[in-house]
């Protein structure tokens, strides 16, 4: 089973911030990397595919990046909405996630 | 308009069976672009895939839970479902079912989500 490690477990920003969120595979996933955003009370949305890829309707502030084992998800600049938890999800070998990153207002 | 909804009971007894049913409506099952899939998530913890399944009778699941699900189809119906074997209060979780889609390799589509709670 690869296991996805993300990194930091919360990061606490302010609207308007640069947030970057690490994800680590313990064995390659070549590009085969999503990231999707989970609000309260919601079921996850799908921002990131494909390690670089943004889902259709997603806005241009949110990119990712990365290949092999490590990847990074770029929000340029938080919008109030865009505090929330966001997973990584590698289709490598089955399908895992990772533990998810917090992103909460300072 | 693209929508799933899950259903299922909200509680279930410990070793009991555990069954989940998603009804999707506005896009057919059988569209060869699209996977279906189960995952669950334990209160307060994070995304556990538990099974998904290819219209043509492809299936895979996760290993560790393999033994006790099973993920099945009923097209005329447009619907797929899970059956999980055994539970414990470990599988206490919402439980949510999803679009994999092919272009995305991803999950791109989620419903709700229906929480269950395994308590004698």
């Known amino acids: 089973e690869i296991v996805l490690t993300q990194s930091p477990a919360t990061l606490s920003l302010s609207p308007g911030e640069r947030a970057t969120l690490f994800c680590r595979a313990s064995q390659s996933v070549n590009t085969y990397l999503a990231w999707y955003q989970q609000r309260p009370g919601q079921a996850p949305r799908l921002l990131i595919h494909d390690a670089s890829r943004r889902a259709t309707g997603i806005p241009a502030r949110f990119s990712g990046s990365g290949s092999g084992t490590d990847f990074t998800l770029t929000i340029s600049s938080l919008e109030p909405e865009d505090f929330a938890i966001y997973y990584c999800?590698?289709?490598?070998?089955?399908?895992?996630f990772g533990g998810g990153t917090r992103v909460e207002i300072k | 308009q693209l929508q799933l909804r899950e259903s299922g009971p909200g509680l279930a007894r410990p070793s009991e069976t555990l069954s989940l049913t998603c009804t999707v409506s506005?896009?057919?099952?059988?569209?060869?672009?699209?996977?279906w899939g189960w995952i669950r998530q334990p209160p307060g913890k994070g995304l556990e895939w538990i099974a998904a399944?290819?219209?043509?009778?492809?299936?895979s699941y996760n290993p560790s839970l393999k033994s006790r699900v099973l993920i099945s189809e009923d097209t005329s119906k447009n619907q797929f479902s899970l059956k999980m074997t055994s539970v414990t209060a470990a599988d206490t979780a919402v439980y949510y079912c999803?679009?994999?889609?092919?272009?995305?390799?991803?999950?791109?589509?989620w419903g709700h989500g229906t929480m269950v709670t395994v308590s004698s």
């Open positions: 506005g896009y057919s099952i059988r569209n060869s672009s699209s996977y």
């Open positions: 999800q590698q289709r490598s070998n089955w399908l895992t």
């Open positions: 399944l290819y219209y043509s009778g492809s299936i």
């Open positions: 999803a679009r994999y889609l092919k272009f995305y390799d991803a999950f791109d589509f």
